[in-house]
């Protein structure tokens, strides 16, 4: 079964500065695999997501992740964060057939 | 515009009550998921369905319970039985059951114990 860590459950950085998240995946396959945004008391949104091709994939809101099959990684970056991309990032891989499994998420702060 | 719409956005339930949540879906979406969120844990899946008149458990389905009468509508009833209800219900549809589909989800439900 597929399996998703997000190692860090808190990242600040200041405004203006580059932004990775990082995004651990466990399935034996090619996944599927999805970045989402959630802000404080709403929904997810999709960020971007990756099926095959290339291994860079552009976003939403000026995101970008590369998924990197040797290090069973899909780091999600941004190389300059606003006060408004503070939120909870969840990463999440699927598979056909399968449900999504979601990580437990990383809360960005954006100190000014 | 299309969408996920959920509701009520805040409700509260009595010891010994069952409660239902609202999940309306206008996206022509064949599967539908119902997931709780609690702080540090993620999204954690209750029950889904990959079309109507059928639904499967999710991981931790003990003391809820859905129904999928039509396409569009997925409601969720906290039953009793569920002793520890306070969180925050998201709900969420796919195009088809695969996944390598995105899920597309509502602004939530937020329960709590009176």
């Known amino acids: 079964a597929q399996s998703v860590t997000q190692p860090d459950i808190h990242i600040t950085v200041s405004e203006g500065a580059s932004l990775e998240l990082r995004c651990n995946y466990s399935y034996g396959a090619t996944p599927y695999l999805f970045w989402y945004v959630q802000s404080p008391g709403q929904g997810l949104q999709l960020l971007l997501k990756?099926?095959?091709?290339?291994?860079l994939v552009q976003g939403i809101k000026g995101f970008e992740a590369e998924f990197k099959r040797s290090q069973s990684s899909f780091n999600l970056r941004k190389p300059s964060v606003h006060w408004s991309d503070a939120a909870e990032y969840f990463c999440a891989v699927g598979a056909n057939g399968n449900k999504l499994v979601f990580g437990a998420g990383t809360i960005l702060r954006v100190k000014s | 515009d299309g969408g996920i719409t959920q509701s009520p956005k805040y409700l509260f339930r009595k010891e010994g009550q069952n409660v239902t949540l609202s999940c309306e879906q206008n996206?022509?979406?064949?599967?539908m998921y119902w997931y709780r969120q609690d702080p540090g844990q993620g999204l954690r899946l209750i029950y889904y369905s990959q079309i109507v008149n059928d639904f499967q458990k999710g991981d931790i389905a003990e003391g809820y319970s859905v129904s999928r009468e039509k396409k569009e509508s997925f409601p969720l009833t906290v039953t009793s039985a569920q002793k520890n209800p306070t969180a925050f219900y998201l709900c969420a549809s796919s195009m088809t059951p695969s996944g390598n589909q995105p899920q597309h989800f509502g602004d939530g439900t937020r329960l709590s114990i009176l």
């Open positions: 990756y099926f095959s091709g290339d291994t």
């Open positions: 996206l022509n979406h064949d599967a």
